[in-house]
């Protein structure tokens, strides 16, 4: 049994929160709720958040929350799926958190399977699974398999993947500004940036529809404000896994970096009391643009960049290295010519 596998009692095993959105799925939600509710875990709460449907939609949900005190029925205003995750998040119990959407499924195994995996390893930030596609399309969801430097160019992850809870409270959550497109793409480097295993289990466990009205395909048209967005957000990850930014051409942004690199090269120094902060430095030309100062956070610390007209000299430089305020320094060469130089300091 999955209880002897985990070797502890069942008062005991961490509760798993599923937080299914839900938009005008009326003829869909019932067959999603079912799927969770037939869970062979057995500490789970399925929360409902209804995102101002205009169908029966909530009312189907409210009849399941009536009749199984493991489900919660919330509603809302129309605010999208980021929103909706949120909400239901903020309002939910559990130790992990697995989204469902209102139109997809899951097998009976798959949240026991992705918890023996989270209790084994506390250095496991994420279990997915295999996937199918159904109703509109079929066949495998071909996913490739998680590595960070393959997350830097595309999203390897469902939106059915579990997490720990305190995880997606350290990132924020969703980001509501990405239309419902790619935002948990953003969400999966967020927790995984800075280190921590994936585990995928070798099993299909998770079926997605694919249906015409879906933000699989209305959030195409929001790719190029995608890509800027995480450029933002992210700069010392794209830094450090592809040498520079990301392009819409995804694939050829390592390629591209390194011939932009090669003409216009970039040189970091960073304090050794903020070697973290690395690739954050050799992004600041990125980050700044065309100010000559602005103000920035790299994992909620606070730092101001400023234009500089040259390095310090090299006696006065080792000393600022050793100053705590000091991060460090980026310098920009246009053809092997000093070109543009920042320093970055801790703010206050």
């Known amino acids: 049994m999955f209880v002897d596998k985990l070797n502890m009692s069942r008062i005991a095993l961490p509760k798993v929160s599923v937080v299914m959105p839900a938009y005008n799925v009326e003829q ?3 067959h999603s709720i079912e799927s969770v509710l037939a869970s062979d875990y057995p500490n789970i709460e399925l929360i409902i ?20 005190s493991r489900v919660v029925a919330l509603t809302k205003s129309n605010g999208g799926q980021g929103v ?7 309002r939910s119990g559990g130790e992990y958190i697995l989204f469902v959407d209102s139109d997809d499924i899951i097998t009976k195994s798959y949240i026991s399977k992705a918890v023996v995996e989270m209790e ?9 699974c295999r996937g199918e596609f159904f109703d509109g399309r079929t066949g495998k969801w071909r996913l490739k398999r998680y590595s960070s430097g393959r997350l830097a160019r595309r999203n390897v992850f469902t939106i059915s993947s579990l997490m720990r809870r305190e995880d997606f409270i350290r990132v924020g959550g969703f980001d509501i500004s990405m239309h419902n497109y790619c935002e948990d793409w953003a969400l999966w480097i967020a927790i995984l940036k800075d280190g921590g295993r994936v585990v995928t289990l070798p099993t299909v466990e998770f079926f997605y529809r694919v249906r015409a009205g879906s933000s699989r395909f209305v959030g195409r048209k929001y790719k190029s404000e995608l890509i800027t967005v995480l450029n933002r957000k992210f700069p010392d990850f794209f830094e450090r896994k592809l040498g520079g930014k990301l392009y ?10 390194l011939l932009l690199n090669f003409i216009f090269p970039r040189r970091a120094s960073v304090s050794r009391l903020h070697r973290p902060l690395f690739y954050f430095v050799r992004a600041v030309p990125r980050i700044i643009g065309d100010a000559t ?8 610390r606070e730092v101001t960049i400023a234009r500089i007209d040259s390095l310090p000299s090299r006696h006065e430089r080792e000393i600022a290295m050793h100053n705590g305020e000091v991060v460090g320094y980026c310098t920009e060469y246009r053809f092997w010519l000093r070109r ?5 300091r801790l703010k206050g």
């Open 340 to 344: 543009r130089c920042w320093e970055v």
């Open 49 to 68: 958040v209804d995102d101002g449907s205009t169908d029966s939609t909530f009312a189907i949900a409210q009849g399941y929350a009536a009749n199984d």
């Open 248 to 257: 819409s051409q995804r694939s050829m942004s390592k390629y591209i970096n």
């Open 293 to 300: 100062e602005c103000d920035a956070v790299w994992n909620g």
């Open 120 to 128: 084994r390893d506390s250095e496991v930030k994420v279990v997915t």
């Open 84 to 90: 909706a995750r949120n909400f239901g998040v903020e």
């Open 28 to 30: 869909y939600i019932a």
